[in-house]
């Protein structure tokens, strides 16, 4: 019983330090919201450093994070992590399968080839309905599970680099 306790807390000092980009889409601004303090809950209880930018829409999310990833990057400022957030609900015209498709196949491009860990908390609902049973903080917060997966992930190239 004594060994998992032990194993979380030695999973938790191996992310100690470690830099998040934050990237939220606005679109939605109470929905942001929402899933941005989930997710700023989550990680400052994993007390790293969260950077956040806001952007417009969801399409902007994975621009908006190549961009910061490069700048600190050459800054000599590395993230370990990504956090992207935001909200695009269907409407009339097939731009919603647009932005959706989009969005999540530039993240995965980026994360994959940057080898750098993402957590997507990208809602892509039906109704705003649906869109806040996925963004309360008391019913499941996206932006703490999109968090909780960004770290899990940061663990994992943590313990690889060392071993």
Same mark, same amino acid.
């Given at each position: 019983?004594?060994? $998992?306790?032990? =194993? &979380?807390?030695?999973?938790?000092?191996?992310? *100690?330090?470690?830099?998040?980009?934050?990237?939220?889409? &606005?679109? /939605?601004?109470?929905?942001?919201?929402? %899933? @941005?303090?989930?997710? %700023?809950?989550?990680?400052?209880?994993?007390? +790293? =450093? @969260?950077?956040?930018?806001? @952007?417009?829409? #969801? %399409?902007?999310? $994975?621009?908006?994070?190549?961009?910061?990833?490069?700048?600190?990057?050459?800054?000599?400022?590395?993230?370990?992590? @990504?956090?992207? *957030?935001?909200? +695009?609900?269907?409407?009339?015209?097939? /731009?919603?399968?647009?932005?959706? /498709?989009?969005?999540?196949?530039? *993240?995965?491009?980026? #994360? +994959?080839?940057?080898?750098?860990? %993402?957590?997507?908390?990208?809602?892509?609902?039906?109704?705003?309905?649906?869109?806040?049973?996925?963004?309360?903080?008391?019913?499941?917060?996206?932006?703490?599970?999109?968090?909780?997966?960004?770290?899990?992930?940061?663990?994992?190239?943590?313990?690889?680099?060392?071993?």
């Amino acid at each position: 019983m004594n060994q $998992p306790a032990q =194993k &979380r807390r030695s999973d938790e000092t191996t992310i *100690l330090g470690a830099r998040v980009l934050l990237v939220e889409a &606005r679109f /939605h601004e109470a929905i942001a919201d929402e %899933l @941005v303090a989930g997710a %700023l809950d989550r990680l400052d209880t994993a007390r +790293v =450093k @969260v950077e956040p930018v806001r @952007v417009p829409g #969801a %399409l902007e999310i $994975p621009i908006a994070a190549a961009i910061r990833l490069q700048a600190a990057l050459e800054a000599g400022l590395p993230f370990d992590g @990504v956090v992207a *957030l935001g909200c +695009v609900i269907r409407g009339e015209t097939e /731009h919603f399968e647009i932005v959706s /498709h989009q969005s999540a196949r530039a *993240l995965m491009d980026l #994360a +994959v080839s940057r080898r750098i860990a %993402l957590g997507n908390g990208i809602l892509t609902v039906d109704t705003e309905e649906q869109a806040w049973a996925r963004a309360r903080r008391n019913e499941g917060n996206a932006g703490a599970a999109a968090a909780s997966a960004a770290l899990a992930l940061i663990r994992i190239a943590r313990s690889t680099t060392r071993a």
